[in-house]
């Protein structure tokens, strides 16, 4: 089928360009820093532990607590990461070969140009999955290896941070539609700025108790829901813990509802379709 | 034995092939109707009705901005109309099925240049919907075709400008089309690839394909093209049979002892144009038939004819009369 001979050719364009050494070269070093750096704090924190971890178990839960919050801190750049990766090979996917013509030998063939949206779109998605696990599930196995250390629902976690990166990839792909690359990049970059801010808002205005703050940050959220996807992904994947402690990086004041999920689905689905419609009718 | 069964399984495939473009040349391979395209202020193509009959190649001659590429957008659904009626085999350019039987090169022949030439084909073969074993068969056949078969494996990124073009020409065949829109083939070719363009055009005509081309390169459309548009601020001034045009721009030119009033008027009669220059003189004449006419001409007012040349004026020199007079009338 068509729409998966597009889907190859994504897979064999981030090869040829060498994207996939890169990613997994880099992703690799990052995750050896993680290790590394992980290994020396617990040395050093267990040389001088506090009071209260003196005791066997108390131990314990004292090491789950550092693992819990070191794992979640690896997470949190994973997704950055994660959008910086879907936004920067989405953004040119179509917007490129628009404008460098290449487009032109594929919509001319005997196949409906949805099929080159979603069939790029669904090569990106795969490669993202890849990314996510492969990242995502690599710092987990360096702290479950160092400490035996095991986070709750990581498969909904990732999940979520997969969800997160969709979001980016339906927005770079309906902007490639009918944006330059570079206008197109500033757009999902901007979009994800908004979502950014908008979460610190919300959080900090519910720190405050100031509800126009909160409704602020909701209302960016629902512009954006990518960062959304992410405070989600962490709140599952910590323990009940580090919530308590009011960790300000990783902690929830204000917990988006599970109809955020549906929200997100919904809208990676409208901006799918919308790039599918343009698409469709724009001159080539 | 298994040679023969090939043998025989080409013949019918061929003889399919046949019946399938006999069935479609009692229609035209394209029809369109006052088409048109705006891009915001700029008309590109005002006023368009052209009819390209099908298992001809047809030549789309204009000078630069015409509309020509924007023409062939349209036909190949790339682009769509402001306005106007188009067919193509039959069907609306739009629709992918339209687009099963058609072949493609571009006007910016750019490709994916991370694939290795081979592997371009394979990858447009699928997109046409090809097997994996036809296309055993048929990539290296057409990069034979194009003089490639030594870079099969070399990636695009490498490519020669004119290997470039090449690989783009044997792309648009991948699928033995009915119809083939080829804008400007050999702009990038050297003359060797423009024989080898010709050659091929040559060989997809014999095959029935009907041959849609944009060029700048007269004298090349000259030798290929069997019919003929000009085309000027998107309308098309004027549709000629190569052979009729090139026939009817025959100039003679005649040396005479004496150029008496009288043989100017009769000239005048036979053709347009006449020019006397002392005892030489030149005439524009509509057919060949009519040269016999001016030497009788001459022989009935008595005068001693030395010399009576018809000379063929190029497609060149016709495109140029065409495109730089505004009304139709006057032409040549
Ligand atoms: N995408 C576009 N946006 C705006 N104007 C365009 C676009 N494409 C073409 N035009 C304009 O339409 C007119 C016709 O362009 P077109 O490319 O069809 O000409 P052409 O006959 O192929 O010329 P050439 O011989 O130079 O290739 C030109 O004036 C051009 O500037
Ligand atoms: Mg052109």
Not at chain 1, 68 to 75: A, E, N, Q, T, V
Request: proline share 5%.
């Amino acid at each position: 089928m068509s729409l998966l001979t597009i889907t190859s050719l994504t897979f064999r364009e981030a090869w040829r360009k060498k994207l996939f050494w890169v990613a997994l070269g880099l992703g690799l070093a990052f995750l050896a820093l993680f290790a590394v750096g992980f290994h020396y704090v617990l040395v050093d924190i267990l040389a001088h532990p506090p009071g209260e971890a003196r005791t066997g178990p108390g131990m314990k839960i004292f090491i789950s607590q550092i693992s819990g919050i070191f794992l979640i801190l690896g997470l949190f750049a994973v997704n950055f990461l994660v959008v910086m990766m879907s936004a920067l090979t989405s953004a040119g996917a179509i917007a490129g070969e628009i404008s460098s013509h290449t487009i032109q030998t594929l919509v001319t063939k005997p196949i409906p140009r949805w099929h080159i949206v979603l069939g790029k779109w669904l090569g990106q998605s795969v490669m993202l999955v890849i990314y996510v696990i492969f990242m995502a599930g690599g710092l987990t196995l360096v702290v479950y290896f160092r400490t035996g250390y095991f986070p709750p629902n990581p498969a909904a976690g990732m999940s979520l941070l997969v969800l997160e990166g969709l979001i980016v990839l339906s927005i770079a792909t309906f902007g490639g539609t009918f944006l330059p690359t570079m206008a197109n990049g500033v757009l999902v970059f901007m979009l994800y700025g908004i979502a950014f801010a908008g979460s610190w808002v919300e959080q900090i205005g519910a720190a405050l108790k100031s509800e126009t703050a909160v409704q602020v940050g909701i209302i960016a959220s629902l512009i954006m829901p990518s960062e959304t996807m992410w405070r989600m992904a962490s709140d599952l994947m910590q323990p009940k813990l580090i919530q308590e402690a009011a960790f300000p990086l990783i902690s929830l004041y204000s917990k988006p509802s599970q109809a955020m999920i549906v929200y997100a689905v919904g809208y990676l689905l409208v901006f799918l379709m919308a790039a599918v419609y343009v698409f469709e009718r724009r001159d080539l | 034995m298994c040679l023969e069964w090939l043998q025989e399984n080409r013949h019918l495939k061929i003889n399919a092939h046949r019946k399938l473009s006999r069935k479609i040349m009692t229609q035209p391979a394209i029809s369109t109707a006052n088409l048109r395209k705006e891009y915001g202020q700029t008309v590109a193509v005002q006023d368009l009705t052209l009819t390209v009959p099908a298992g001809e190649v047809f030549g789309f001659l204009g000078p630069n901005g015409a509309g020509k590429s924007t023409t062939i957008k349209m036909l190949m659904g790339l682009v769509t109309p402001t306005a106007g009626q188009v067919s193509v085999l039959g069907q609306s350019p739009g629709r992918p099925a339209a687009r099963a039987k058609t072949g493609f090169l571009p006007e910016h022949f750019r490709f994916h240049e991370w694939l290795k030439a081979k592997e371009f084909l394979t990858v447009h073969g699928k997109l046409y919907g090809l097997a994996a074993e036809t296309l055993k068969t048929q990539v290296p056949r057409l990069l034979e075709m194009v003089s490639l078969q030594d870079s099969a494996d070399t990636r695009l990124s490498n490519f020669s400008k004119g290997m470039l073009q090449r690989i783009g020409l044997a792309q648009a065949m991948l699928n033995n089309p009915a119809l083939v829109f080829l804008d400007e083939p050999t702009s990038g070719l050297d003359p060797l690839g423009r024989r080898l363009v010709r050659d091929v055009i040559h060989r997809l005509k014999e095959e029935g394909t009907t041959i849609f081309l944009n060029s700048h390169l007269l004298s090349e459309v000259e030798k290929t093209c069997d019919r003929v548009a000009f085309i000027k601020k998107g309308r098309v001034i004027r549709t000629d049979r190569m052979s009729d045009l090139l026939n009817r721009a025959t100039e003679v030119h005649l040396r005479v002892d004496a150029a008496p009033p009288a043989l100017a008027e009769g000239l005048q009669k036979l053709g347009r144009q006449v020019q006397v220059n002392g005892n030489r003189v030149s005439l524009l004449v509509d057919s060949p038939e009519i040269v016999p006419e001016i030497a009788r001409l001459t022989m009935q007012l008595g005068l001693k004819l030395y010399e009576l040349q018809p000379g063929q004026t190029s497609l060149e020199e016709i495109f140029v009369r065409i495109i730089e007079t505004e009304a139709e009338g006057d032409l040549v």
